[in-house]
């Protein structure tokens, strides 16, 4: 009887320990860790387009920017005034 004995308990426990086992690998399904997993994808997919548009962007802006001509002369004038008036000592009166 007591053979009988130790070999039911022999199955039990290793029905048990099966039952963790595949438990432990299957997971338990926790609907937070869900939430956070896809909150997680969700944030790298976001992050992944910024910078590819920032790859772009920096891909555009790359190039040599010029002002129109009609800028670029008004700037020049500009210039030469603000120097014409450094010259002359006249400076001061910009900050006023």
Known sequence: MERYNDSI???LLTLVTMIFVAFTFLGCNDPTI????A????????IEQ???????ASQITSGTVSLPPSEAVDMEAE??????MVASGDWQSLFD
């Open 9 to 11: 308990i022999r199955r």
């Open 34 to 37: 869900s939430d956070m997993e």
């Open 39 to 46: 909150r997680n994808q969700r944030l790298g997919f976001f």
């Open 50 to 56: 910024e910078l590819q548009r920032s790859r772009n």
């Open 79 to 84: 210039r030469r005034e603000l120097d014409r």
